[in-house]
């Protein structure tokens, strides 16, 4: 028994003329957004919020990086921007030509490598990583 393969099944089909059903919609959006800013505001201070609008539909719209549209580079922006990011400090060993008079040197450290998953595994892999990178 044959069937048919679906091909091109990562091509979205073209609904409004050449724009897709998402292309239309960041369309319709920005510009509803730009016309309710230029009913509402005087054009000499509305202009200082359309000019951004636009340029944000424009990228919204027709804007690929690495062929994959420009609405998942602003939420991984947006996603960095938001989340906490973890800092880990490493302590400065002083060397022994610049303790000063009558100054102990600090203890040499390891550094201490936090929990950050409940995957022993991960955590090994990660210390590794740390390490590698810090050497």
């Known amino acids: 028994m044959q069937f048919k393969v679906p091909q091109f099944i990562d091509i979205e089909d073209k609904l409004f003329g050449p724009f897709t059903f998402r292309q239309f919609a960041y369309m319709a959006g920005g510009v509803s957004m730009i016309f309710v800013i230029y009913k509402l505001l005087p054009l000499w201070i509305g202009i200082f919020l359309i000019i951004p609008v636009g340029i944000l539909t424009g990228l919204l719209t027709f804007y690929k990086i690495n062929d994959k549209p420009f609405i998942y580079y602003l939420q991984a922006a947006v996603n960095y ?21 009558g100054a102990e040197t600090a203890p040499e450290t390891t550094s201490i490598v936090p929990m950050t998953s409940t995957s022993t595994l991960k955590d090994l892999a990660w210390s590794l990583d740390v390490q590698e990178k810090e050497q």
Do not use: M, T
């Open 81 to 101: 921007a938001i989340s906490s990011k973890l800092y880990i400090w490493k302590q400065r060993l002083v060397k022994p030509s610049d303790k000063k008079d």
